[in-house]
């Protein structure tokens, strides 16, 4: 069936650097795609919705100059946190809209967990 | 979507049916019933889906009541590896929006 795959899937780094999240569809094309953040004991949130060849719309309290987004390609979407701070910290998780689906709606990534010391 | 309501957290032993239950009073005549569930640490997994007939498959059944406004998905014989957190979903079959995951159930498999 069809698969997303996200990388990296643990990440820590120091205060002040720039990650790069990636999330790839392995055997189909997803026009849209979308990027949640998931603190502890919490559910997820939607931050963005990414859609391929155009600007990704964010939700309402979440930076688009701090989380860019960027989905160059039908099967990419990358989502980079700029100068990361502690408060980042976080499971990011990114999911691909499945194109007419007929049973599931999305497939998720596994997640990227995000420590920043 | 419409909203729905699930309890906090439950226990089954582990061999159990473990049968999760989800109020959905809302749901309107086109929305269907979606279940996804997540592993500690891992992304969201979809396990079964129904618009008003019974449907099982490898994983799960879901039953749905005749008025539609509550659901219960059962899992036949739960393992450990079923720990996880459960969330129902309604949903208009097509849509392009995102999900939105409530605060799901948190079920315990115990051995």
């Known amino acids: 069936g069809a698969v997303v795959s996200q990388h990296p899937s643990r990440v820590i780094c120091k205060s002040g650097t720039s990650v790069k999240i990636e999330c790839r569809s392995l055997?189909?094309?997803?026009?849209?795609m979308f990027w949640y953040r998931q603190f502890p004991k919490q559910s997820l949130m939607l931050m963005a919705t990414s859609n391929e060849g155009s600007k990704a719309t964010y939700e309402q309290g979440v930076e688009k100059d701090k989380f860019l987004i960027n989905h160059a390609s039908l099967t990419l979407s990358t989502l980079t946190v700029t100068s990361a701070h502690p408060e980042d910290s976080s499971f990011y998780i990114c999911?691909?809209?499945?194109?007419?689906?007929?049973?599931?709606?999305?497939?998720f990534g596994d997640g990227t967990r995000l420590s920043i010391l | 979507d419409a909203k729905t309501t699930q309890p906090p957290s439950m226990d089954c032993a582990e061999g159990r049916a473990a049968n999760l239950p989800c109020n959905h009073s809302?749901?309107?005549?086109?929305?269907?019933v979606y279940w996804y569930r997540q592993i500690h640490s891992q992304g969201p997994q979809y396990i079964i889906h129904?618009?008003?007939n019974n449907e099982t498959n490898e994983m799960a059944s879901l039953i749905i009541t005749e008025d539609r406004k509550s659901s219960t998905l059962i899992l036949p014989h739960a393992t450990l590896r079923d720990t996880a957190v459960y969330y129902c979903?309604?949903?208009?079959?097509?849509?392009?929006?995102?999900?939105?995951f409530g605060k799901g159930t948190k079920l315990s498999v115990k051995p």
């Open positions: 129904g618009l008003k």
């Open positions: 055997d189909f094309q997803a026009t849209t």
């Open positions: 999911s691909a809209l499945v194109p007419r689906w007929v049973s599931q709606p999305q497939h």
């Open positions: 979903i309604v949903r208009v079959k097509g849509s392009q929006g995102n999900l939105i």
């Open positions: 809302t749901i309107s005549g086109n929305e269907y």
